[in-house]
């Protein structure tokens, strides 16, 4: 079976006024993405896996997969700080039918390169569904470096990489090892287009969320061959991407800029706190970017 290609929005976890997991609201989400043509990864970064249970992380995926009813592939993130538990994780979701799943690099612990590779190794032994690596490291801590890819990309159930460490020099480093069966997924939203046109196999979006359309015009005029497409709507990507990121963590920011259109997506899990000011501007930009499907 073939890796997934194009487009996934990294979707936001919504969240009721007690803060609880509002699953009929992450459903409505889910359609609204797929509808617009784009896959879903779900218990990422822009759907606060660190804040979220174990459980929780489960019947996100599930209530994901259940609403993309097939037409759009799952993607679920189940990377924790220990191997045991990532693959614990793993296993639990591997049976709700995602079509893969990513690993993010380890938090708080310092690893080597070979603990890296040692760790990924065993996931993916572990797990019956194709794994991501996910590098991250202003996040982690530790870096998965391009050689690192390259030795874990020989591995059967190692899919590719999802790369968020935001430069173009990163993503090239990647970008340099892919092979068949190990593609690079483009985290940062600037280098979407970037990365397509060197041959990342697509994209995992967290700006996505508030503009669906866009993201997905980027890659599907790529695909046609329609570079004036392609460039302006990576050009508006940044204007957004530039618009919001500027208050604050931009998860936070993204789930607050959708929530003003969508307000049943609810607040980010505490400690993530916006004040009035900066919730006003991340407003305007809501007002000026969001976009619904139909």
């Known amino acids: 079976m073939s890796n997934p290609k194009g487009p996934f929005v990294a979707i936001v976890t919504p969240f009721d006024d007690r803060e609880d997991i509002n699953a009929a609201a992450l459903s409505r989400q889910v359609d ?3 509808r617009a043509g784009n896959g879903i990864f779900c218990a990422g970064t822009n759907g ?46 591997e049976t709700l039918g995602v079509a893969a799943v990513s690993v993010v690099a380890p938090s708080f612990v310092a690893c080597s390169q070979d603990e890296l590779v040692a760790h990924y190794a065993r996931v993916a032994d572990a797990l019956t569904v194709p794994v991501y690596l996910y590098n991250i490291p202003a996040r982690t801590g530790n870096k998965i470096e391009p050689d690192t890819a390259a030795r874990l990309a020989v591995h059967a159930n190692i899919a590719g990489i999802k790369d968020s460490a935001g430069s173009e020099e990163s993503l090239d480093g990647f970008l340099a090892v892919v092979r068949p069966g190990f593609d690079v997924l483009v985290g940062p939203d600037h280098l979407v287009l970037h990365g397509l046109r060197n041959g990342a196999a697509g994209c995992i979006s967290g700006l996505g969320n508030v503009a669906p359309k866009t993201l997905n015009a980027i890659w599907t005029a790529h695909v046609a061959g329609d570079a004036a497409a392609a460039d302006a709507a990576q050009a ?36 993530t706190i916006l004040n009035d000011e900066v919730a006003a501007k991340v407003a305007e930009v809501s007002d000026k970017f969001f976009e619904a499907v139909a």
């Open 236 to 271: 508006r990507f940044g204007e957004l991407r530039k618009a919001l990121y500027a208050h604050g963590f931009p998860p936070a920011m993204v789930k607050r800029a959708l929530a003003v259109a969508v307000p049943e997506v609810g607040r980010s899990r505490g400690p």
């Open 48 to 93: 606060e896996f660190y804040a979220l249970s174990v459980e929780e992380k489960v019947a996100v995926a599930r209530t994901c997969v259940e609403a993309a009813a097939g037409r759009v592939p799952v993607l679920a993130h189940v990377g924790e700080i220990s191997t045991h538990q990532t693959i614990a994780l793993g296993k639990a979701v």
């Open 32 to 34: 609204r993405q797929a």
